[in-house]
């Protein structure tokens, strides 16, 4: 089959195929997931052609209509690449034409498929983002939650997993609601390189059409231009590489606090508990009751860490220009998404359930957590901190230490004084820095 990019014929033969089933590899199946993104990158394109006098006025609107067609059945997932179309790009173009006859194929003056894979891989992940924010708001919600509810409720705080000080369920789940706070604004950096319009770049070295493309920028919704063209193409790699970072942040929060689930599931600290739907059996042992999701959530997310070091590879010893090398990295780039995605979902069910113990530090096992307590209440009594930090030691080796009866903790971010509330703030500055609504009424305006 020719392609479109193809001057003339070439024989058709099993090394052709064999070389085109290798550099195209699983792009058919990918690219379903651009598909729309392809579209309003057209709808964009083709009205900034209008503009500028590269397409008639008269042809604009039944390309729009089709398009606008294809969009449609995209969205109710009804939509296909065929077998042979190379891509998302081909498949577009070759409806268009099937449809509109020679008016299909104007739509691609003054582009290539370089800025197109471009466009549409700043498209989805914008989406994507969008997507992302919500989910982690919605864990981030309920972890507040929780931490307000079981803010009296003690647990104990290890260094190197060695008993330590006293800690408390609000400060344990108002840690990681802080840290996707962090999280987000990291996501944000990442956002800011995704929300830069790469159209019109062309092959990377741009063209002598009269392009406007901060119309397509406006189209689109994007804040800004990738203006020098040369950049617009090595920016490839180098976003999806941010991004992957950013969601690798994400991960990273999760997976940690997967590890402290697991473990104050554990019999030998009994701190949490889920109800047995979301636990699983063993095949021979009758009473197991397995962090199966936590587990998984675990796997899925130290996975997503290693992502940015992936694309790394690929990027590090590349010139500028386009290279074939970035094809390698759309794959585990574009269902990066949909794994931290089901993380994020599948975090907020089991945080929904928790069982939380109370009465923990009741255990007299539990009673050399309170070591620091007792030195700084000697401490406030007037005794030098050196000798008062001998003095409980010797106690402790002696057998005669007592542990004080209260807690009193007021600085802020301790277990009396949460910030809770500074800390939600954060997140609600963080979230509203991303322009969703803008973008969300431009591309609104441009499928109506």
Known sequence: MKKLWQKGDIQENNLAEKVEQFTVGNDRNLDVLLAKFDVLGSLAHTKMLAEVGLLLKEDLAPIQSELKNIYQTIETGNFSIAEDSEDIHSEIELRLTKKLGDLGKKIHSGRSRNDQVLLDLKLFTRNEIEEIVHLTKNVFDILIQLSNTHKDKLLPGYTHLQLAMPNSFGLWFGAYAESLTDDISILYAAFILANKNPLGSGAGYGGSFPLNRKLTTELLGFDELNYNVVYAQMNRGKMEKNVAFAISNIAATLSRLAMDACLYMNQNFGFISFPDVLTTGSSIMPHKKNPDVWELIRAKCNKLQNLPAQINSILINLPSGYHRDLQIIKEDYLKSFEEIKSCLEMTQIMLHHIEVKADILEDDKYKLLFTVETVNQLVNEG??????????????????????????????????????????????????????KKIKDALSQLIA
């Open 383 to 436: 005794m030098p901190f050196r000798d008062a930090y001998i003095k409980v030691g010797k106690d402790v080796e002696s057998g005669n230490y007592n542990k004080p009866s209260t807690l009193h903790h007021t600085h802020e971010g301790s277990i009396g004084n949460l910030c809770n509330e500074d800390i939600e703030k954060m997140m609600e500055a963080n979230i509203a820095l991303f322009p969703f």
